[in-house]
């Protein structure tokens, strides 16, 4: 394992490491310590290798994963795992806002709270908060899942597409074009697969199905006053 | 963009390190606001019947000295002036308004930056860390301490732009953010008789808060008021004589983290300001609610 102090190197440094093909061959595990919450950690990975981050993280920590599995052993700033593309990014503490956004695909798991507009546009990955989630969560979410085993603020889901969306607990109100639905066998299955994958445990017959009512997909003169 | 920051002890264990502790935190932000820089410290309180003013001479036409001596035998009354560099501490055995009055009269070129029993606010522009080094922010003793880096968006990059604002006793807020209808909340709170420097946005809403308070309100109520008067971004964090605050808009897209240990309260809009502070692996941290305030006040 490789240990990099970041009271010691720049993230700049840090990141380069992690780019480096020759680095990246021989050595799959990471270690990073004394983060002191710097922006940009762990940024634009492309290798199947291990980061643990200890320490909170600033923002946009793990952006633009692809591959990698990455935890924070602590809180993330904003943005994190913002555009992944694959992997695992996992969050011990909580999550700033923005986490997970526009992301693409890979599995973000967050075992604390997050704040608001978590995963907002995001076009495929799977997001599962432990915790809760803060407003306008998964606005204008186009693909993947977000699971939330706490509570979810206002407006969750506004202006979704097609985001599968899980919650277990409270939903302080729902945005424009979301709407409850049934949880049927498929996604019974869906869920308890994504809280398998995410090691969380949880009774999926408590959750809850939000969706899009697909209503405002394309612009109706009679959807004017929901805009 | 800006940067704020703020510390609040909780009891006495760090005052003569407040500044010390302070120091890092307002250069961390540097990154969010190299234009200018300030802060407002509390401590070194004066007695019931004096009056403390933070003061900036731009025409620099006297010594503090013979200002010091007018003052005491014109209005007949004790006063001590200690000089940090450009700005002038004054205590007077007087009423905050005779002193102004006084000062208006006798020295117009004079701008008075904070006044009260405990605030002192020391504000200028240049990189923060130059900033700090100049008043020796590092050797100053308090009970709490508010400071803001500029990025400068609304008003120019001057120091009467530069934050903290105090328009009240005691009173000072920072910002992180641009408020949409100051220009109208200043037209009405002017008409109400509170007086403005300049155009910033951000001295609107400092403004705004004393007039709450003149009206009687407590913190809680003002700030409860501020969230329905006020429209725009915010992030602010408020110091008081003996409180501290700290509040976020509804849609909270300016950041801010908030820690907490037994002896002090931080507020930083990134947690990288407060990574240096004692204890800080240990302290609840945690992330402002949206259209939330947090208030912390020394019984």
Redesign the interface.
Known sequence: MITVDLAQKTVRELNQSLHTENNIETHREWRVENT????NIAVGLDADIKVDIHG?A??FCAGMNKTAKITVHG?A??GVAENMMSGVVRVKG?A??AAGATAHGGLLVIEGNA??RCGISMKGVDIVVKGDV??MSCFMGQSGSLVVCGDAGEALGDSLYEVHIYVKGKVKSLGADCIKKDMRDEHVKELQALLDSAGIEEDVTAFTRYGSARELYTFKVDNASAY | MCGIVGLYLKNDRFENDLGALFEPMLITMTDRGPDSAGFAIYGDDVPDNWVKLTLKDADNTHTWAELEQQISSELGCDVQCTVNVNVAVLKAQSQEDTVRTWLSQHYPSIQVLSAGKSIEILKEVGLPEVIASKFNLSAMKGSHIIGHTRMATESAVTMEGSHPFSTGSDLCLVHNGSLSNHNRLRDKLKRDGISFETENDSEVAAGYLTWRLKQGDSLKEALENALNDLDGFFTFTIGTKDGFAVMRDPIACKPAVLAETEDYVAMASEYQALASLPGIEQAKVWEPEPATFYIWERK
């Open positions: 002191k919450g710097g922006h909170h600033g923002y809180n700033g904003q909580d700033s806002q704040g608001a803060g407003h």
